[in-house]
């Protein structure tokens, strides 16, 4: 195995393969720990965990909504993140969720970007991770968020905004550019006061910063958001607790590929204007 690990990625020094090994940084999609010696398998998935000096504890909780042998549902706080990356690695909800509940398999069936509150779903057994995947892929998931952002008379709604998203600059935000359509957002209003509106929105594909991307567009830009329509707060700069992104993931339904049940989880959380 360490050899192909070598032969994979070039970069990274013989000694710092047998260090992260040593640490039990590396491990198969088991939970088996991959050393030096170990035979090289195809098609296996290897994690890497590797480990910070110091990571400072994001001061909010999940909340636990769900769970059963094949799924755990629950509500992410704002700022957390779903996975490991970048200066996150122990303070992410994945972890929290399999230290909490003692299930080393689990596994995202979809994401929510950091920034963003609602629902997520794990998978629990390694083997129907596909099955629900192919959801996804299929489109056959309805999800629903709730947002806050400025009101504009002039709008009609409902309304349906579709157009083609693809990494922006820098590289961390996304844009609209010419071309067939990737992506596409039904937005409605649930509430009006003053200046400010409180919408539904319904994502029917799942572009990264897809809401995101097209409320600005539509010249409504959530309320606290730090990368659009303009970039307020550079990437790795610390958040600030008291401002999270007006963004809820509120709703997700879909007929469970497993059991044949109609599932649907529901955020307790909700925005208010």
């Not at 972890?95 to 995202?108: A, E, G, M, N, S």
């Given at each position: 195995m360490q050899a192909y690990l070598l032969q994979r990625f070039p970069a990274i020094a013989e000694a710092e393969w047998r260090r992260r090994m040593a640490g039990l940084e590396l491990l198969d999609e088991f939970g088996v720990a991959v050393t030096p010696e170990r035979r090289y398998q195809p098609h296996i998935r290897l994690y890497y965990y590797r480990s910070l000096a110091h990571e400072t504890r994001i001061p909010f909780d999940e909340?636990?909504?769900?769970?059963?042998?094949?799924?755990?549902v629950v509500h992410k706080p704002h700022f957390l993140p779903v996975t490991a990356g970048g200066q996150y690695?122990?303070?992410?909800?994945?972890?929290?969720?399999?230290?909490?509940?003692?299930?080393?398999?689990?596994?995202?069936?979809?994401?929510?970007?950091?920034?963003?509150?609602?629902?997520?779903?794990f998978c629990v057994q390694a083997q129907e991770r596909d099955a629900y995947h192919a959801l996804f892929r299929r489109h056959a998931v309805q999800k629903t968020y709730q947002a806050i952002a400025p009101w504009r008379e002039a709008l009609s709604f409902p309304q349906t905004r579709h157009s083609r998203i693809v990494r922006g600059e820098p590289f961390f935000r996304q844009c609209e550019v010419a071309g067939t359509p990737n992506a596409q957002t039904e937005v409605d209003v649930l509430e009006v006061k003053g200046q400010r509106a409180r919408y539904r929105l319904a994502p029917h594909t799942g572009q990264?910063?897809?809401?995101?991307?097209?409320?600005?567009?539509?010249?409504?830009?959530?309320?606290?958001?730090?990368?659009?329509?303009?970039?307020?707060?550079?990437q790795g700069e610390s958040d600030d607790w008291s401002r999270p992104l007006q963004l809820l993931a509120k709703a997700i339904s879909f007929v469970d590929p497993i059991t044949g049940q109609q599932r649907l989880f529901e955020s307790p959380q909700e925005l208010r204007l």
């Open positions: 909340v636990l909504l769900f769970q059963d042998a094949h799924l755990v690695v122990q303070e992410v909800l994945q972890v929290r969720l399999k230290r909490r509940l003692q299930i080393d398999t689990l596994q995202p069936i979809h994401r929510i970007d950091r920034e963003t509150a609602g629902v997520v779903v990264k910063h897809q809401l995101r991307v097209h409320m600005a567009a539509l010249g409504l830009a959530l309320e606290n958001d730090p990368f659009y329509p303009e970039v307020r707060r550079a």
